[in-house]
């Protein structure tokens, strides 16, 4: 598995990885309209605005992280998704994408990481508490944070 810079060439297998994993495995009536930043990635995320990693194995992606800079030291994570047969201890696909993600916002100058994630990502929850972030509540996100309408559960770590 390679973790790499997002381009165009996987753009459609981003977009079936990510409404997989929401729509199928965990059932959240979302749509690609909902998420207008997987239709243009490149503008989103692009330069100074953020970044977005992709894990390849074989040419196929299985799994894919953003971050959007925030006002001033913050940055956001967004969609970090895994293919559900690259998950877990032995495949470290989540962590290999949340390690690139940090170094590559530590190197931008990003002090805090937030997120927000659903309820029903139980996994999720143990994943980012594991690696050092703590729940927040909604009131103390930055003020520039886009608050997802998915969204209930919101969580910070310091770099």
């Given at each position: 598995m390679r973790i790499?810079?997002?381009?165009?060439?996987?753009?459609?297998?981003?977009?079936?990885?990510?409404?997989?994993?929401?729509?199928?495995e965990f059932?959240?009536?979302?749509?690609?309209?909902?998420q207008p930043d997987l239709k243009e990635i490149e503008t989103f995320y692009a330069n100074e605005k953020g970044g977005f990693f992709i894990a390849v194995e074989d040419e196929k992606v299985i799994g894919t992280i953003g971050t959007w800079f925030l006002d001033g030291e913050n940055a956001a994570i967004r969609k970090l998704f895994t293919d559900g047969n690259y998950r877990g201890k032995e495949y470290q696909t989540g962590q290999k994408l949340l390690d690139r993600l940090?170094?590559?916002?530590?190197?931008?100058?990003?002090?805090?990481?937030?997120?927000?994630?659903?309820?029903?990502?139980?996994?999720?929850?143990?994943?980012?508490?594991?690696?050092?972030y703590d729940e927040i509540s909604k009131n103390d996100l930055p003020h520039d944070f886009d608050i997802m309408a998915v969204d209930s559960k919101f969580y910070r770590k310091m770099l």
């Open positions: 790499e810079k997002y381009t165009e060439r996987y753009r459609e297998a981003i977009i079936h990885l990510i409404l997989k994993v929401q729509r199928d059932g959240i009536p979302i749509t690609i309209d909902e940090e170094a590559f916002c530590s190197q931008n100058g990003k002090k805090a990481i937030y997120l927000g994630t659903t309820d029903k990502f139980k996994a999720a929850h143990r994943f980012y508490e594991k690696n050092g």
